[in-house]
């Protein structure tokens, strides 16, 4: 519905500002690390295979294709291509995502730092969180460390279906036929995100059935564990990042992993970016790399409960 | 009936949930960056009045319940069944003690109430948000008494027992916020 005074910006001219002022400090703070900003396109020819992310499509025959989910693929491009350090800072679109926390088209920061690990990419999120926020405070768990505390329950060694027992006692009795993946991610978001402290939490070695793109391992229990980690900002995730997988081999087997699942669920089926792959197969260097939600920075520095009220025009002002 | 999906799930929709009639109170967006999308849903089951909170994945679907909710003008009680009529229609509908419900303390005859209909049955009775009633039994007032914000019981000749302040009298008519019980001041002619 349109009302009257719909075509003003949803936030007014202090929170543009600030928008403004953070965009500003990002690209201060990063340029100042070394890491060089590029522009990448938001408009590609292919969607990205992950099953739970949806892409996009931009129609005419001579542009038919997506609009980027995340720059990823581009950067990664980049990196093989000797790039160095970089960052990039722009719209990405994801369909459906709808919400007090997401809205269909947002702002990414995205950097790769060449040579380093995921810890060493952690405390630079850190830093930067901290540029912006000089009193935050900060805590680093491992996932499995999390879930004990709050679930008191192993999230490598259980088995699912004691996973899909408390997610059904969680109120989620539909939950018994979900996978590992599935059934882990409900747990975390009812069980374990609304308890964990204010300020920064970075959650790392991630179970190795929601590995994406980073590389697995084994931790000091050898469990079987991915090399991503995830940062929360007052309870709200901010950030995603991995040790990056540069193994082309395991990279094909994943898109392959992942159209199964889409298959199963009765998902568009996604063309696979050979660019991207060839990319890979001449050889990404060894680096890690992390996304960062603005809206969703913004959101906790001002204190505001709604991602529309982070940014101008959300999509129910558009 | 129709079908409704979790991206059209908002407030005030009703849907059957095992079976039961229930209103939707919140639906929150949960969508872990890698992971599958989900909504939190907190219903009200019409039936019991018990809040609960369930999580369905995105495109999960519930199905419509036939819940209307309707404006109806409260006629007498029999002390079995509460009479309500379609103010357009005139057509009755008798609600029993339990559609009633705590309603049974405010309703005075001919208000209009929203009557909330479960095929076609009474589920539940809303009344106003603000009734006057007047006092049929109370201590005697104390004169002057305006300043010291004391209260005591009061009888409304709905049998409805409220606190008002002490130098209010039998006979005299009170507004009261039906949600609360509250006593809100002298019912203003």
């Known amino acids: ?318 | 009936m129709a079908n409704y999906s979790t991206n059209e799930f908002r407030s005030g929709l009703k849907v059957m949930l095992e079976r039961e009639p229930c209103s939707i109170l919140e639906n929150e967006f949960v969508k872990p960056g890698k992971g599958q999308a989900f909504s939190r849903v907190k219903l009200r089951n019409l039936k019991t009045g018990r809040v609960l909170e369930k999580t369905f994945k995105s495109g999960e679907s519930l199905e419509a319940a036939d819940v209307i909710d309707a404006d109806m003008q409260y006629l007498y009680g029999d002390g079995d069944f509460w009479y309500f009529m379609e103010p357009q229609t005139f057509e009755q509908h008798q609600a029993d003690e339990k559609a009633v419900g705590d309603a049974v303390n405010w309703l005075r005859e001919q208000d209009i109430c929203v009557v909330t209909l479960y095929n076609g049955a009474p589920l539940s009775v809303t009344p106003p948000n603000h009734v006057d009633l007047e006092i049929v039994e109370t201590d005697p007032g104390l004169r002057g008494d305006t300043a010291s914000g004391g209260t005591k019981p009061a009888i409304l000749t709905t049998g409805a027992v409220i606190k008002v302040p002490l130098f209010l009298e039998q006979g005299e008519v009170v507004r009261v916020d039906t949600r609360t019980g509250e006593y809100l001041g002298r019912a203003k002619d």
Not at chain 1, 73 to 85: I, P, T, V
Not at chain 1, 263 to 289: H, I, T
């Open chain 1, 1 to 318: 519905m349109v009302s009257d005074g719909d075509w003003r910006a949803a936030i007014g001219l202090p929170t543009l500002q600030y928008r403004a002022r953070v965009m500003g400090e990002i690209r201060n703070f990063l340029s100042s690390h070394g890491v060089l900003e590029v522009d990448v396109p938001v408009l590609g020819r292919h969607a990205v295979t992950d099953p739970h992310i949806d892409s996009i499509a931009t129609l005419g025959q001579s542009t038919a294709g997506f609009l980027q989910s995340s720059p990823e693929f581009y950067m990664k491009r980049l990196l093989a291509s000797g790039s160095g350090d970089i960052y990039s800072l722009g719209k990405a679109f994801r369909a459906g995502e709808s919400g007090a926390r997401h809205n269909v088209e947002f702002t990414l920061l995205e950097w790769y730092r060449v040579g380093w690990d995921e810890h060493q990419l952690m405390a630079e999120v850190a830093g930067l969180v901290a540029h912006l926020w000089p009193e935050v405070g900060s805590l680093t768990l491992s996932y499995r460390e999390a879930f004990e505390q709050y679930l008191n329950m192993d999230p490598h060694s259980a088995t699912l279906s004691e996973l899909q027992q408390v997610a059904a006692e969680r109120g989620a009795e539909r939950w018994r036929e979900e996978s590992r993946a599935n059934v882990l991610d409900l747990l975390f978001s009812l069980c374990v995100e609304p308890l964990l402290p204010r300020g920064l939490v970075f959650l790392y070695d991630y179970p190795a059935c929601q590995a994406a793109l980073a590389q697995l391992y084994k931790n000091r229990e050898g469990q079987q564990v991915s090399r991503r980690f995830e940062v929360y900002l007052n309870n709200l995730e901010l950030a995603n990042g991995y040790f990056e997988l540069t193994d082309v081999v395991e990279q094909r087997r994943r898109f392959a992993a992942d159209l199964s699942v889409r298959a199963a669920a009765d998902k568009p089926l996604v063309e696979q970016d050979q660019r991207f792959l060839q990319a890979l197969e001449c050889g990404l260097p060894s680096c890690a790399g992390v996304a960062l939600g603005v809206d969703r920075l913004i959101m906790q520095l001002l204190e505001i409960s709604a991602i529309d009220l982070s940014m101008p025009f959300s999509w129910t002002r558009r």
